[in-house]
């Protein structure tokens, strides 16, 4: 059974930076990219960008890129996410999803709660 | 790269069918056939209801069926139920990037 398990909630003050991870099981991690997604209080879903395991390739969206920094272990069978110069308006839920195919994003992380508050 | 716009919110009666809307561009939706839609329940991670247009994930119930028309794809629910009341977000490929639909809210009344 794939399962896709995130770290815990962090609080960060604006500047920092905070790293979630994503450790998955159930499935070969090599084959199936990771999708970061991310969720603001009482707003919709925003996606962040995706990696590519087998060979570290990654794209992410214009509003991130020069923020947002996508990373895996192989031996691990983890993904992370590190989101840099954080802001109050960064305050959200982040999810990891594995993708199935184009934009199908079968199995997700439980979500991580990052804070940004001075 | 702007969100997909969906209507706020719809509502139907149990049993009812509704059809929520996610209008796109020529470089989205109108592109290809990679549309999802994704449900979510409150606190809750979403889920893929719908992928490549009209295909249904293994578990999801036939009454869930999606299409597409130029740049807008559509999500029908058909003999609404209550546990169909949620939030629902399409999705779609965009060449270069993936974009979420402002997501619709579902009332079952």
């Known amino acids: 059974q794939v399962h896709l398990v995130q770290s815990g909630a962090e609080v960060k003050k604006p500047g920092a930076s905070v790293r979630v991870s994503c450790k998955t099981s159930?499935?070969?991690?090599?084959?199936?990219?990771v999708h970061w997604v991310r969720q603001a209080p009482g707003q919709g879903l925003e996606w962040m960008g995706w990696?590519?395991?087998?060979?570290?390739?990654?794209n992410s969206a214009q509003n991130f890129r020069d923020r947002v920094t996508m990373t895996t272990d192989t031996s691990m069978s983890t993904a992370y996410m590190e989101l840099s110069r954080l802001r109050s308006d960064d305050t959200a839920v982040y999810y990891c999803?594995?993708?199935?195919?184009?934009?199908?994003?079968?199995?997700w992380g439980q979500g991580t709660l990052v804070t940004v508050s001075s | 790269q702007s969100a997909l716009t969906q209507p706020r919110s719809v509502s139907g009666s149990p049993g009812q069918s509704v059809t929520i809307s996610c209008t796109g561009t020529?470089?989205?939706?109108?592109?290809?056939?990679?549309v999802s839609w994704y449900q979510q329940h409150p606190g809750k991670a979403p889920k893929v209801m719908i992928y490549?247009?009209?295909k249904r994930p293994s578990g999801v119930p036939d009454r869930f069926s999606g299409s597409k028309s130029g740049n807008t794809a559509s999500l029908t629910i058909s003999g609404l139920r209550a546990e169909d009341e949620a939030d629902y977000y399409c999705?779609?490929?965009?060449?270069?990037?993936?974009?979420f639909g402002t997501g619709t809210e579902v009332t079952v009344l």
């Open positions: 999803a594995r993708a199935g195919g184009m934009v199908l994003l079968d199995c």
């Open positions: 999705c779609s490929y965009a060449g270069t990037h993936d974009v």
């Open positions: 020529s470089s989205d939706i109108g592109a290809y056939n990679f």
């Open positions: 159930g499935y070969t991690f090599t084959v199936h990219h």
């Open positions: 490549d247009v009209n």
């Open positions: 990696i590519d395991p087998s060979n570290g390739d990654r």
